[in-house]
């Protein structure tokens, strides 16, 4: 997590990878079912109605043109949809499980709520910190000796940290919902592999590069073990940033070289499938940290390496579409944006990112921590005004209750109703009701909405030679799906 972020921009539309010639399969008066989720402040914070199922209308015959047109156009296809989520950080997994605020049954109801797909939202994207972040309740990695020891062999390498509350957590979110995905990204390398045998910043020796690519196949061999293989996982956590939590610096040279020097060949030497994704920062970060590794073909080739890894925290989206262009096959992941108390409107915040990271490219959308207590903690450094899809009461006059945040009823429009092998679709956008459309794998259709406006906007979606209706209410996300 970085300081609080810029603007974002809103990304440039992006272009079409493929058209297909074969009609749309239709059904004459398609039924549609709709869900809404409405705010009543002006920060998009108070929840009048989340992710409340509404009485479905019917498509007519014929098409035309409204207030507000949306062209559903399913033979325009763009990218794969791989998931939605969030984190279990060290804070929201021990304020889940071990902390004593929740008791067990409450504990699997909010599981149920955030990964189960039929009575949940069905997360479907989990990116956990290898090692402490700043959202954690101390600094530590999985090979930690004291001050001016070394472990070059790795002998005390353990994963015990996690055993106790992130590991059985993201065990029972995959249980929950098995097309669940793994990511994995790490702050700090251990103390003692850095020039300043500090958590925070200090730059990887290159005498311990091998040793630190090792470290990471441990760490992914020790998931795999229980159970949880781990799909990607990034080099580093928004390299250079920030003093005052755990972090490590790096250029993007050094990156690209650790990248096709160790961790790759590393990879290949366990036989273990896990991606790599560069950058896992901002989008005005590419030049200086992810050109290196994606210009170098041997890297952007190599069957380990998985795309590009974007946070939406600095710089403009539509530098999504530009790296797509130059480089098609690579893919884009939108791995961390969080929510917070610097936001302006949170629930428009969440509608626009939705549609701007995956109208630019992007197969995942993704949150930060999943949890975080009454306080915005407990907090390791770095970031005490985070929010996340839950807050849990922990030792206040609430504590053992679970409030549902907004954030948690924006994902839902995406993850309940997009399906992990969706691909978006064609729709056209606009500023006053921002949109995204998706194809489900069972040819289900999708259309994610936002009405900005303080007012009711009457909304026509076309889809192929039919049409539906329908009054939108003011500051109210939307997904309609047929």
Not at 392 to 408: K, P
Request: charged share 15%; net charge negative.
């Amino acid at each position: 997590m970085s300081r609080p972020p810029l603007l974002s921009l809103l990304g440039a539309a992006a272009l079409v990878v493929s058209t297909l010639a074969v009609p749309a399969a239709q059904a004459a008066n398609e039924p549609v079912n709709i869900w809404l989720t409405t705010t009543s402040d002006s920060g998009g914070r108070a929840v009048t109605r989340g992710l409340q199922k509404q009485a479905p209308i019917g498509f007519s015959a014929g098409t035309g043109t409204g207030q507000q047109t949306i062209t559903v156009d399913d033979n325009t296809t763009y990218q794969q949809f791989e998931g939605g989520g969030a984190s279990f950080t060290d804070t929201a997994a021990w304020l889940m499980n071990s902390s004593g605020a929740l008791s067990p049954s409450t504990r699997d109801s909010v599981m149920q709520k955030l990964f189960d797909p039929a009575s949940g939202i069905g997360l479907s994207f989990v990116r956990n910190p290898i090692g402490a972040s700043d959202l954690a309740r101390s600094s530590y990695t999985f090979d930690d000796v004291p001050s001016g020891q070394t472990d070059a062999t790795l002998a005390h390498f353990s994963i015990a940290h996690d055993q106790a509350d992130v590991l059985p957590l993201t065990q029972q979110a995959r249980r929950l919902n098995p097309q669940l995905k793994l990511m994995a990204s790490p702050w700090s390398a251990p103390p003692w592999m850095k020039d300043n045998d500090s958590y925070n910043l200090g730059w990887v020796q290159s005498r311990y590069y091998n040793a630190y690519a090792q470290y990471f196949v441990k760490y992914l061999q020790a998931y795999k073990n229980a159970g949880v293989p781990v799909d990607y996982v990034s080099v580093q956590n928004e390299p250079t940033c920030c003093d005052g939590y755990p972090s490590t610096n790096w250029n993007g040279s050094g990156l690209a070289y650790f990248t096709k020097n160790d961790l790759l060949p590393a990879l290949h030497g366990a036989g273990l499938a896990t991606k790599v994704l560069a950058l896992d920062w901002n989008w005005d970060q590419y030049q200086s940290f992810a050109a290196p590794s994606l210009d170098d073909a041997a890297i952007r080739t190599d069957p380990n390496f998985g795309g590009l890894a974007w946070h939406g925290y600095g710089g403009d989206v539509g530098q999504q579409s530009t790296v797509h262009d130059r480089y098609p096959a690579v893919n884009a992941y939108s791995t961390e944006h969080s929510g917070g108390t610097w936001i302006g409107n949170q629930q428009a915040e969440d509608m626009d990112n939705i549609v701007d990271y995956t109208r630019n490219w992007s197969r995942t959308v993704t949150k930060w921590s999943l949890a975080v207590d009454q306080n915005m903690g407990p907090h390791n450094g770095g970031c005490g005004t985070c929010t996340g899809f839950v807050t849990v009461h922990n030792g206040d006059s609430r504590s053992g209750q679970v409030d549902y945040t907004v954030e948690y009823y924006t994902m839902g429009h995406l993850t309940k109703f997009v399906k992990p092998g969706a691909v978006r679709i064609g729709s056209n956008d606009n500023s006053t009701v921002r949109n995204v459309a998706w194809k489900n794998p069972d040819g289900s259709k999708a259309l994610i909405a936002y009405n900005s406006s303080t007012g009711t906007q009457n909304v026509r979606v076309n889809w192929g030679g039919q049409s539906f209706t329908y009054p939108l209410p003011g500051h109210t996300s939307a997904t309609f799906t047929w």
